[in-house]
């Protein structure tokens, strides 16, 4: 799909959809609850639908009417008569896995697009320390436990998701289990989240230091009537477009004070508004492609701690420094940092390439209201925001579907 965007003025208001961060969690306490829970604001963007169809698979019965899902919680009490289709969604992979490993008997796991290429060598390590089987093949990944407590040692730096899954998994545990943190850690925001989603359910587990976390053994998940709040990912390209010329935009549905991490897009984004600032994505990764534009757009910027940015649905480093230069910027990859040039925009000589990220369009789109252009595999929005485009010419962008 192509879509073609024309230079212009935004104004009006954006709802954005539910935090899929938060969705997640909920709908997989959910599945581990004892009885039955309500989600509402789940969403309906192809990650949570991929996570909906594994719960279902392993066991939990879950209806949606609209917007809200009714989850009988049940996981894990057969094996599953198929494979579980993750799609493209690392949350809904790496949150399962620790729970597949909690059963005597195995489960298989299909994705495509990258997700098959990304890491997952902590969990990898985890069932050759603990004799489980972990056999990966193409675009496949079979495992079998059964996982027990104890103490886990895990790198902070390569993501969070994989101590979401821990904590998901071992509070089940005939054993209490401490989950260390090796240096730096990143993206803890999303580690609290998990805590605060887990807490609603009825489980307890802490910070016992900066760097790791006590889980208690023997707890059981019990129902809850909770909704998801609206995504700050998503409206983080609204704040952007919004600080962009006269652009007027509002985006009523963001929480201000979230424990969502990527609420701090606000911040940034009026420091690169004032001038080339310098700014660490250690902890909201998700907005590198949004913030490279915005400094494209205005008067540039330092971005520090971006080495995850190579390892998600693209290589966003790689993505937004070819896609930029179409269009007059020059971003530098210096490693761990990026600086972003602003200036002097021009339309792109060549249509924008999506490279089947979603974010990467999206931040594309927000930059050709400025430039004008077209977007090359635009469809991918619908991975996280499928209402995007309807939203973005509700704000009287011009645009047509090609």
Same mark, same amino acid.
């Given at each position: !799909?192509?879509?073609?965007?024309?230079?212009?003025?935004?104004?009006?208001?954006?709802?954005? @959809?539910?935090?899929?961060?938060?969705?997640?969690? !909920?709908?997989?306490?959910?599945?581990?609850?004892?009885?039955?829970?309500?989600?509402?604001?789940?969403?309906?963007?192809?990650?949570?639908?991929?996570?909906?169809? +594994?719960?279902?698979?392993?066991?939990?019965?879950?209806?949606?009417?609209?917007?809200?899902?009714?989850?009988?919680?049940?996981?894990?009490?057969?094996? $599953?008569?198929?494979?579980? @289709? +993750?799609?493209?969604?690392?949350?809904?992979?790496?949150?399962?896995?620790?729970?597949?490993?909690?059963?005597?008997?195995?489960?298989?796991?299909?994705? /495509?697009?990258?997700? @098959?290429?990304? @890491?997952?060598?902590?969990?990898?390590?985890?069932?050759?320390?603990?004799?489980?089987?972990?056999?990966?093949?193409?675009?496949?990944? +079979?495992?079998?436990?059964?996982?027990?407590?104890?103490?886990?040692?895990?790198?902070?730096?390569?993501?969070?998701?994989?101590?979401?899954?821990?904590?998901?998994?071992?509070?089940?545990?005939?054993?209490?289990?401490? =989950?260390?943190?090796?240096? $730096?850690?990143?993206?803890?925001?999303?580690?609290?989240?998990?805590?605060?989603?887990?807490?609603?359910?009825? =489980?307890?587990?802490?910070?016992?230091?900066?760097?790791?976390?006590?889980?208690?053994?023997?707890?059981?998940?019990?129902?809850?009537?909770?909704?998801?709040?609206?995504?700050?990912?998503?409206?983080?390209?609204?704040?952007?477009?919004?600080?962009?010329?006269?652009?007027?935009?509002?985006?009523?549905?963001?929480?201000?004070?979230?424990?969502?991490?990527?609420?701090?897009?606000?911040?940034?984004?009026?420091?690169?508004?004032?001038?080339?600032?310098?700014?660490?994505?250690?902890? +909201?990764?998700?907005?590198?492609?949004?913030?490279?534009? /915005?400094?494209?757009? !205005?008067?540039?910027?330092?971005?520090?701690?971006?080495?995850?940015?190579? =390892?998600?649905?693209?290589?966003?480093?790689?993505?937004?420094?070819?896609?930029?230069?179409?269009?007059?910027?020059?971003?530098?990859?210096?490693?761990?940092?990026?600086?972003?040039?602003?200036?002097?925009?021009?339309?792109?000589?060549?249509?924008?390439?999506?490279?089947?990220?979603?974010?990467?369009? !999206?931040?594309?789109?927000?930059?050709?209201?400025?430039?004008?252009?077209?977007?090359?595999?635009?469809?991918?929005?619908?991975?996280? /925001?499928?209402?995007?485009?309807?939203?973005?010419?509700?704000?009287? =962008?011009?645009?047509?579907?090609?």
């Amino acid at each position: !799909m192509r879509v073609r965007i024309h230079a212009g003025r935004a104004a009006g208001e954006v709802c954005v @959809p539910p935090s899929k961060s938060i969705a997640h969690r !909920m709908l997989i306490c959910a599945g581990l609850a004892h009885g039955v829970s309500v989600i509402r604001h789940a969403g309906d963007c192809e990650d949570i639908l991929a996570t909906l169809d +594994c719960l279902s698979l392993l066991g939990a019965d879950c209806r949606r009417e609209g917007d809200t899902v009714t989850v009988r919680g049940g996981l894990l009490r057969t094996a $599953p008569t198929e494979a579980l @289709p +993750c799609r493209e969604s690392g949350s809904t992979l790496r949150f399962l896995i620790p729970l597949a490993l909690t059963a005597d008997f195995p489960v298989v796991f299909t994705g /495509y697009g990258r997700l @098959p290429e990304r @890491p997952q060598t902590v969990y990898e390590e985890i069932c050759a320390e603990q004799g489980l089987t972990w056999a990966r093949k193409g675009q496949t990944v +079979c495992v079998r436990g059964p996982l027990h407590g104890g103490d886990f040692r895990v790198a902070g730096n390569i993501s969070s998701q994989f101590i979401t899954g821990l904590l998901f998994a071992l509070p089940t545990r005939h054993e209490p289990s401490r =989950i260390t943190l090796l240096p $730096p850690v990143e993206s803890r925001s999303y580690i609290d989240l998990t805590l605060d989603v887990l807490k609603k359910f009825g =489980i307890r587990a802490e910070w016992e230091t900066e760097t790791s976390l006590a889980v208690p053994c023997g707890q059981r998940f019990t129902p809850c009537d909770c909704e998801a709040e609206g995504d700050w990912s998503a409206g983080a390209f609204w704040e952007a477009l919004g600080r962009m010329g006269d652009n007027r935009v509002r985006v009523p549905n963001l929480n201000p004070h979230a424990r969502q991490g990527d609420r701090i897009c606000t911040a940034y984004l009026d420091a690169l508004r004032k001038g080339p600032a310098t700014l660490s994505l250690a902890d +909201c990764p998700d907005l590198g492609p949004m913030l490279f534009a /915005y400094a494209a757009a !205005m008067h540039g910027g330092t971005f520090t701690e971006v080495g995850r940015l190579r =390892i998600k649905e693209s290589d966003r480093i790689g993505a937004m420094r070819e896609e930029l230069a179409k269009c007059g910027a020059e971003l530098a990859d210096l490693g761990d940092t990026v600086t972003v040039k602003g200036g002097r925009l021009h339309a792109p000589k060549a249509p924008f390439d999506g490279h089947g990220d979603h974010r990467i369009v !999206m931040a594309l789109a927000v930059l050709a209201t400025r430039t004008g252009g077209e977007i090359e595999g635009a469809e991918v929005v619908r991975k996280s /925001y499928p209402a995007f485009w309807e939203d973005l010419g509700a704000l009287g =962008i011009r645009m047509e579907i090609l």
